[in-house]
Structure formats: structure tokens, C-alpha cells
């Protein structure tokens, strides 16, 4: 479960892009002729031999002195903030709950363009609610036509990570934006969202599903995730670090390419963020060439959280096998309704007898209490530490 240590130092004055990326090198130190073996999105697509050969380079690019030492602080961390948090234009929970709930005749789109480099089609959405009146920036993404799921674009995976780590983080510690999923109708769909070409979904259903994201403010791509002796040093650092490398872990996070990590603007206050979660529990397909986050990396974690973790039961993790049920009416269009029992425990994405499903797998859970209980025996061990 962890991951020897990277002693990576940070670089003070290291310039940026205007997007917050850094102008510097690979984090794996290669050369730019030797990032085009990774294609669109830094996903290897390769043969079973050269995969061998990647996983190899990771692995010792990824070796090195090892930090198991007790972390100890003589002040606390200083994460509260007076009034609204910071980074969510409203609190987390509620921009769930408009995300999800909020009728969608309500939302007035006023801008559309891509959200990024990615290859899912994403979109940026400006949105107006108007019950209650509040305007969002949101982050679009349809679900792959007909397989409602894909190796770099599994919505299921988004949403699982979200409610995930309501389980041991408090709100102000979310490490992942609110995220729901909708069903609009094809013909508002193609008005509202200025798609005039989009295709339903699924064939035989008047409807286009995808994931809705909250758009996160004041956070840039770090030049480098982790310094270790900052970790030692700074309990609010070793704080925000822990809540992301906690959930990342449990939800074996397998994309830790540049963009898809933020943190706070404010380095006071170093609030880390995983904005991209498609490529996790578990999967052949991942991206190879960069450090991964789905180990833990750092010496210590926060023991509130592991308490937390400690108090659940296997069963408590059964709300991921359903995460959304959405229904065929009467119009051809697909209706959110309450989970019901899962049509196929060991499919994620079903649709069945004019039902739709979205989950994680029985065996995908079952991977997360396993990783759950493998903290916890680290823990119990002295392994590994916490603060």
C-alpha cells in the first residue's frame, strides 16, 4: 500500500504558464522526444511488452529514501476560515444538492467552450439557477454513447469518488468538487446547451446523460505536489496533503498527469484538490508515465480521519453499488428515481427493461474495504504514522 517517498525539492521562482502550469521538465525527468509514446492524454495504448517496460521506469523513477518516521506537531494545523469557504462559490453541499435536484428549465446557459486538453469532450458551462437564484460555473461531460462508460471517461467513477469521501472528511475538507449526474431531455439538450447536433445517449431514449462538475476558484497546477520536509514542518501543509492522498488511495487514483491536481492559491492555507477522477478503481488502462497517487505517499495521516474510517463497516460502503437510477417515461425521456436493488451487481453502467443504473462493481467495493482495512492494519503496525 505505500509507496517509497519522493524527495522532489521545490524550485522558488520557477515561472508559469498563464494556465498555472509549469515550464520545467517531465516530473519523471524525460526528455520531450519520449513523451510522444503517450498520445492523447498521456494514456499508454500499447503492447503488453512495452507496458512491462513503462511500469518498470515507474516504479524505479518512483524509489528512494524512505520516510517512516513519526510525524509530530507542537501546533495545530490552521484550516478555519471566518465566513464562506474558500474555492467553492457555494458551500459544497449545496452545490450538490442544485446540481443534482435543481429543475433543469432553470438553468440558462450562457457560455460554452472546451474545459481543456482532455479527450472527453468536457465543456465549461456558465449556469444560472433560478431556484434559488445563484449562477455556477460548471464543468460538462456527456457519457460515452451506447457503453455509458470508458476507460478515460466513467462518470461512475466521478461520482463514487465525491460521495466516497463524505465518509471521513468534513465539507470544508472536501478533496473532491461536487458532482451529479443529468438526464435532460435531447431537444432542450441541444437548445439549452448549444449542441445542435447531439445524439441521445442510448438508442431508443430521448434523452443525453452526463456529469456535472462544480468549477473550483483561486487554485493552480503545483509545480510539485508533495515536498516532504514542508510535510514535516507544516501541520496546515500536512493537513490538506492528508485529506487528498487519503482519497486518493482508497479510491485508487491512477492519473496524476499535470492539471488534474490543484491546489490553493494561497500557500498559506495549501488546500490540494483531484478535479479528474475518471481513471480509478482499478483498470488496465492508466496513465503510466507519471507519479500515481493511488499509494500513500506521505508518512503520516490524519488520525480523525482514520477514526472515522475505523467505524465503518463493510456494509456501509453498499450505497456505491447505485450510486444513480434514472427511468424510461412515457415520452421516451430517461426520469431520475430513488436506487433501487442493482440490476447487475458486477456491472457498473446497466441499462436494462428501459432502467439505467450507474455504480461501482461488487468487486470494486469490495477493493476499497480492502484497502480500507490494509490503512488500518499499517496503522496498527506503526507503519504507518499519524498526527
Not at 213 to 239: H, M, N
Request: with cysteine; glycine share 6%; hydrophobic share 40%.
Amino acid at each position: 500500500m505505500i509507496a517509497p517517498r519522493e524527495r522532489i525539492p521545490e524550485r522558488p521562482g520557477r515561472p508559469r504558464s498563464e494556465s498555472g502550469r509549469s515550464d520545467g521538465k517531465h516530473p519523471l525527468g524525460l526528455p520531450r522526444h519520449a513523451r510522444s509514446i503517450v498520445g492523447v492524454n498521456g494514456i499508454v495504448r500499447a503492447s503488453i511488452h512495452t507496458v512491462a517496460v513503462l511500469l518498470a521506469l515507474v516504479t524505479a523513477a518512483c524509489l528512494g529514501p524512505r520516510d517512516r518516521g513519526a510525524v509530530h506537531f507542537t501546533e495545530p494545523a490552521s484550516t478555519r476560515v471566518e465566513g464562506p469557504l474558500p474555492h467553492w462559490p457555494v458551500h459544497p453541499d449545496e452545490a450538490a444538492s442544485l446540481l443534482e435536484d435543481a429543475p433543469v428549465e432553470s438553468i440558462d446557459v450562457m457560455s460554452r467552450r472546451n474545459a481543456g486538453a482532455g479527450v472527453t469532450g468536457a465543456a465549461k458551462i456558465r449556469a444560472h439557477f433560478s431556484e434559488p437564484p445563484v449562477e455556477l460555473v460548471i464543468k460538462w461531460k456527456e457519457l460515452p454513447r451506447r457503453t455509458l462508460d470508458g476507460p478515460n471517461n466513467s462518470p461512475r467513477k466521478e461520482i463514487a469518488a465525491w460521495r466516497l469521501q463524505r465518509l471521513f472528511l468534513d465539507a470544508e475538507d472536501y478533496v473532491v468538487p461536487p458532482s451529479a449526474m443529468r438526464c435532460p431531455p435531447l431537444a432542450l439538450y441541444r437548445e439549452e446547451f448549444l449542441a445542435p447536433d447531439a445524439a441521445p445517449t442510448l438508442d431508443g431514449v430521448d434523452s443525453v446523460c452526463g456529469l456535472v462538475s462544480l468549477w473550483i476558484y483561486d487554485v493552480g497546477v503545483p509545480d510539485v505536489v508533495y515536498d516532504p520536509q514542508r510535510f514535516r514542518r507544516d501541520p496546515t501543509y500536512a493537513y490538506f496533503l492528508s485529506n487528498f492522498n487519503l482519497l486518493t488511495y482508497l479510491i485508487a487514483h491512477k492519473d496524476g498527469r499535470s492539471g488534474n491536481i490543484l491546489v490553493s492559491d494561497d500557500d498559506a492555507r495549501r488546500q490540494v484538490f483531484a478535479i479528474d477522477n475518471g481513471i480509478a478503481f482499478g483498470g488496465l488502462i492508466f496513465n503510466y508515465l507519471v507519479p500515481n497517487w493511488n499509494v500513500v505517499r506521505i508518512p503520516a495521516v490524519r488520525k480523525a480521519s482514520v477514526e472515522r474510517l475505523r467505524r465503518l463497516r463493510r456494509e456501509d460502503l453498499d450505497f456505491l453499488v447505485v450510486l444513480y437510477e434514472f427511468r424510461l417515461d412515457d415520452r421516451g425521456d430517461l426520469d431520475r428515481a430513488e436506487p433501487g436493488p442493482p440490476l447487475d451487481p458486477d456491472r457498473g453502467a446497466v441499462f436494462r427493461d428501459g432502467t439505467l443504473q450507474l455504480g461501482l462493481t461488487r468487486s470494486e467495493i469490495d477493493a476499497v474495504w480492502e484497502r480500507i482495512q490494509r490503512l488500518l492494519a499499517d496503522v496498527d503496525a506503526g507503519v504507518l504514522s499519524t498526527f
